[in-house]
C-alpha cells in the first residue's frame, strides 16, 4: 500500500482488542499510527512497539473534547465498553456513559477531524460498530442504541464527506476474540441463568452461521482496506463480518 506512506491514522481504543489490531496493520501498511486509549501505560507501549504515537484520552469527557482539532487522514472510532443489564435495572448513569463514549466522542472526533481532511482533499472516517448496530439483543440496551447511533452518523459524514473526499463507513463486527467479549461470558450466565460453558454456543453464537469468534487481526485487515485509495468509491456502507448472523 505505497499509497499509505507518510499517512495519519488515530485509533481509539487503540492499545487492546480490535484497537490494537487495527494499530499495528495501519503501522505495517506504513502509516504513521496514534494510539489513543484511557489507559495511558498500554498505549504509549504499544506505540512504543509500533514507533507510533500515544494520545492518553477520556473519551467519555465530552466538554474536553469539543474544542479538539485533529490533523489526521484516518480515523478509527473503534473505542467502546459493553453492559449487560434488563431496561429496568439499567443504571441511567451507565447508559449515558456509554452513549457518549460511543456515540458523542466520535461525533466530536470527526467534528475535529473533518477540516483538516477537507482541506487536503482526503480523508477516511471507519467506524468499529458492531451486529448490534444492525440487530437487536436483549440486555444490551446503550450498546445497541449507542451502535445504531454511530451508523447513522457513519452515513450523514459520508453524505457530507463525499464531494469533498472524505469515506465514512462502518465495519460490522459478530462477537470478537477481546477481553470485552470475555467479560460478558460471566454477566450473559448470570441474566440468562446458565452455565458460563454454554453462553458462547447458546447465546452469542446461536445467530451465526460460521460458530466461531471474530479475531481482532479480520477486523483490522478490512479497516486497512477502506482506508486505501481503492476503496476511494466505498462510503456509507455497513461491511457485516458476523459469520452470517445479519443473513437472517
Known amino acids: 500500500m505505497s499509497e499509505s506512506r507518510g499517512r495519519r491514522a488515530l485509533v481509539t481504543g487503540g492499545a487492546s482488542g480490535i484497537g490494537a489490531a487495527c ?9 504513521h499510527v496514534t494510539v489513543a486509549d484511557i489507559d495511558r501505560g498500554a498505549a504509549e507501549d504499544l506505540a512504543s512497539e509500533i514507533g507510533g504515537a500515544a494520545w492518553h484520552v477520556d473519551l467519555a469527557d465530552s ?17 467502546g465498553v459493553q ?12 447508559f449515558s456513559f456509554i452513549l457518549r463514549l460511543m456515540l458523542e466522542a466520535p461525533f466530536l472526533l470527526i467534528r475535529a477531524a ?23 439483543s436483549p440486555y444490551k440496551s446503550a450498546y445497541v ?8 452518523l457513519s452515513k450523514v459524514t ?22 470485552l467479549v470475555e467479560k460478558q461470558i460471566a454477566d450473559q450466565a448470570r441474566v440468562h441463568g446458565i452455565p458460563e460453558s454454554e453462553v458462547l454456543e447458546n447465546v452469542l453464537l446461536t445467530e451465526a452461521a460460521i460458530k466461531r469468534l471474530v479475531e481482532p487481526a479480520e477486523v483490522a ?28
Do not use: Q
Request: with cysteine; glycine share 14%.
Open 114 to 136: 473533518l477540516p483538516g481532511m477537507y482541506e487536503r482533499g482526503f480523508g477516511r472516517i471507519i467506524n468499529v460498530s458492531s451486529v448490534h448496530g444492525l440487530r437487536a
Open 23 to 31: 494499530a499495528r496493520a495501519f503501522a505495517a501498511a506504513g502509516f
Open 83 to 94: 453492559h449487560v443489564s434488563p431496561i429496568e435495572d439499567f443504571a441511567p448513569e451507565r
Open 158 to 179: 459520508a453524505l457530507e464527506g463525499g464531494p469533498r473526499g472524505v469515506t465514512s463507513n462502518c465495519i460490522d463486527p459478530g462477537y470478537v476474540r477481546t477481553a
Open 145 to 152: 442504541a449507542a451502535k445504531h447511533g454511530l451508523e447513522g
Open 63 to 79: 466538554a474536553a473534547l469539543a474544542g479538539a482539532s485533529l490533523d489526521v487522514d484516518v480515523l478509527v472510532n473503534n473505542a
Open 221 to 248: 485487515s478490512l479497516a486497512v482496506w477502506l482506508a486505501g485509495d481503492s476503496a476511494g468509491m466505498v462510503t456509507g456502507a455497513s461491511y457485516t463480518m458476523d459469520g452470517g448472523w445479519s443473513a437472517r
